[in-house]
């Protein structure tokens, strides 16, 4: 199941945890934007659970999600620290 999202969902992503609506490159906004991707991937696997298609797709993002999130910490420890705080992961 692939995710599509409208330009002004994403500028909305972009505008809360990046550093402006058109800054789609940063780390910080590309692991909300996989964040808000895995969310919504997860609620339809609580529904669907023989989608292996969209498991696999949910495994990737999850594993791209933490190698930035890895480049995150070790360049900014403070945004990275700010960043999980915010989005609610790393419990």
Same mark, same amino acid.
């Given at each position: 199941?692939?995710?599509?999202?409208?330009?002004?969902?994403?500028?909305?992503?972009?505008?809360?945890?990046?550093?402006?609506?058109?800054?789609?490159?940063?780390?910080? =906004?590309?692991?909300? *934007?996989?964040? +808000? &991707?895995?969310?919504?991937?997860?609620?339809?696997? !609580?529904k669907n659970q023989k989608d292996h298609a969209c498991r696999r797709a949910l495994l990737e993002l999850v594993g791209k999600r933490k190698?930035?999130?890895?480049?995150? =910490?070790?360049?900014? *420890?403070?945004? +990275? &620290?700010?960043?999980?705080?915010?989005?609610?992961? !790393?419990?």
């Amino acid at each position: 199941m692939a995710v599509y999202l409208s330009k002004e969902k994403k500028a909305e992503v972009f505008g809360q945890h990046g550093r402006n609506a058109n800054d789609t490159g940063s780390a910080e =906004s590309q692991i909300a *934007l996989f964040t +808000y &991707r895995i969310q919504h991937l997860s609620d339809h696997l !609580r529904k669907n659970q023989k989608d292996h298609a969209c498991r696999r797709a949910l495994l990737e993002l999850v594993g791209k999600r933490k190698q930035l999130l890895q480049y995150l =910490s070790r360049t900014d *420890l403070q945004k +990275y &620290r700010e960043l999980i705080e915010k989005l609610g992961i !790393r419990k």
